[in-house]
Structures are given as structure tokens and as C-alpha cells.
């Protein structure tokens, strides 16, 4: 009778964790949408995903660990600010031109198990601050 009962509960965190995995969502920004508005949707483990093409006086702040991708094999330029504070959890920010109408900085703040990889640009400079950070083939060129 315990080994069914241990099994049982087993069973069932198990069942807990799948489904807790296959909530994931994947929400998608298309062009002349503001970004932000996708982002304070996502929920931890989503993956927001920019179609192709420019998006201007973005004010983008994320504070929980999601992921922010380009729609594959396309070219997203984000003009703005792009803040990452006290995210706590594997991230990484991929394949973005930081840039539009002379803007593009990105801040982390307090973020642990941060990668940053094939950004460009990036005219207004990045800031680190508490955070742990990887960054791998980036060409922050400026103008």
C-alpha cells in the first residue's frame, strides 16, 4: 500500500511538472507593435518573438526570465532602451541591431546567468551592474 502511495504521488508531481513545462507560450510582436506591451503579457519561461523589420522609441523592461527572439532567419532592429533587472535565470538576448533614429542601450541590473550574443550597434552604450554576463560575438559599433 505505500509503494502505490509513493507512485501515486509521484505520478501526480510529475503530471505538475509537464504541464507547468507545456504552459510555455509563445507571443509574437508584429511590425508597428510596441514591444513592451508583448513583454508585461509574457509570463516566466515565454518566448516573445519580434517579426522582421524596424521598431522605433521602444522603452522595453524586462523583470522575469523570458525570451526575446527575432522571428528566424529575419532582421529586427529595436530603437530605444532595453532594461533587464533582477532576472533571476538563464537568459539570452541573440541576434538583435540595437538602433533605430540614432538610439539603442541596453541595462542589466541584478541579473544572474545572462548571455548576450550577435548584437550590433548599440550607440547609447550598455551598462552591467550585479549581473552576471557572457557576451559572445557582439560588434557594438556604434553609429
Known amino acids: 500500500m505505500k509503494a ?3 507512485t501515486t ?3 501526480i ?8 513545462s507545456l504552459r510555455a507560450a509563445n507571443i509574437v ?6 514591444i513592451q506591451t508583448k513583454v508585461a503579457t509574457a509570463q516566466a519561461g515565454d518566448v516573445v518573438i519580434v517579426r522582421a523589420g524596424e521598431y522605433q522609441n521602444q522603452t522595453i523592461s524586462v523583470d522575469k526570465p523570458i525570451r526575446l527572439v527575432r522571428e528566424k532567419g529575419t532582421n529586427v532592429t529595436i530603437g530605444g532602451s532595453l532594461t533587464y533587472a ?7 538576448l541573440r541576434d538583435f541591431t540595437l538602433l533605430a533614429a540614432g538610439k539603442g542601450s ?3 541590473s ?3 546567468k545572462f548571455g548576450l550574443e550577435n548584437l550590433t550597434k548599440l550607440t547609447e552604450g550598455i551598462t552591467i551592474a550585479g549581473s552576471t554576463v557572457v557576451i559572445r560575438d557582439c560588434a557594438f ?3
Open 110 to 112: 541584478n541579473c544572474t
Open 106 to 108: 541596453l541595462s542589466l
Open 4 to 6: 502505490k502511495a509513493t
Open 29 to 34: 510582436v508584429e511590425l508597428g507593435q510596441n
Open 86 to 92: 533582477d532576472v533571476n535565470g538563464t537568459v539570452v
Open 9 to 11: 504521488i509521484l505520478t
Open 13 to 20: 508531481l510529475f503530471g505538475l511538472a509537464l504541464g507547468a
Open 141 to 143: 559599433t556604434g553609429k
